[in-house]
T-cell receptor, first 115, second 115 residues
């Protein structure tokens, strides 16, 4: 595997379900990000982790719970979601957070549909 | 405030035409980085270029070229002799040096290249 991978690629869940999205980066990076991309909206940054520590929580509802067990893996645990949470969830990684110059490399995303 | 504006929501061209995608940014910083990404229908954001604020030289990579003008706060992207495979949504982004490498994305320009 190369780059940034995400599983599953597609997910349909009910509002009472609990599911998790997984992201893995094979680039040796130290920072990882979760973004939400809804139809006709700009990409929204949700969470940022650097060296496994959360550095940013962009006012995300608690029904989204991130986990970063190591610098290569990032999870997004989902529970009691709402239909408006249906979106493409993108994971990204960068070498670190130094000086805003680090290119972010993205995975293919998970298309989530909440019924 | 940090902001990126891509005023062109959607552009349609016929194959082999040249097309320019506009990007205008606002920043409080004297040092900053600008990026372009391509998002094909598969969903993954593909990194195209990174440019720092001190380098105003235009860049060319094959059929792609970028025109960075600090005087007008613009970072425009031109595709020469467009091809059907160029059909995608293109995003311009500005990074924040003082806020965890946070990216401010424009709303994207959807490019349709017709055969």
């Amino acid at each position: 595997e190369t780059g940034v991978t995400q599983t599953p690629r597609h997910l349909v869940m009910g509002m009472t379900n609990k599911k998790s999205l997984k992201c893995e980066q094979h680039l040796g990076h130290n920072a990882m990000y979760w973004y939400k991309q809804s139809a006709k909206k700009p990409l929204e940054l949700m969470f940022v982790y650097n060296f496994k520590e959360q550095t940013e929580n962009n006012s995300v509802p608690s029904r989204f719970s991130p986990e970063c067990p190591n610098s290569s893996h990032l999870f997004l645990h989902l529970h009691t979601l709402q239909p408006e949470d249906s979106a493409l969830y993108l994971c990204a990684s960068s070498q670190d957070l130094a000086g805003g110059q680090e290119t972010q490399y993205f995975g293919p995303g998970t298309r989530l549909l909440v019924l | 405030a940090q902001k990126v504006t891509q005023a062109q929501t959607e552009i349609s061209v016929v194959e082999k035409e040249d097309v320019t995608l506009d990007c205008v940014y606002e920043t409080r910083d004297t040092t900053y980085y600008l990026f372009w990404y391509k998002q094909p229908p598969s969903g993954e954001l593909v990194f195209l270029i990174r440019r720092n604020s001190f380098d105003e030289q235009n860049e060319i990579s094959g059929r792609y070229s970028w025109n960075f003008q600090k005087s007008t706060s613009s970072f425009n992207f031109t595709i020469t002799a467009s091809q059907v495979v160029d059909s995608a949504v293109y995003f311009c982004a500005l990074s924040d040096l003082y806020n965890f490498n946070k990216f401010y994305f424009g709303s994207g320009t959807k490019l349709n290249v017709k055969p």
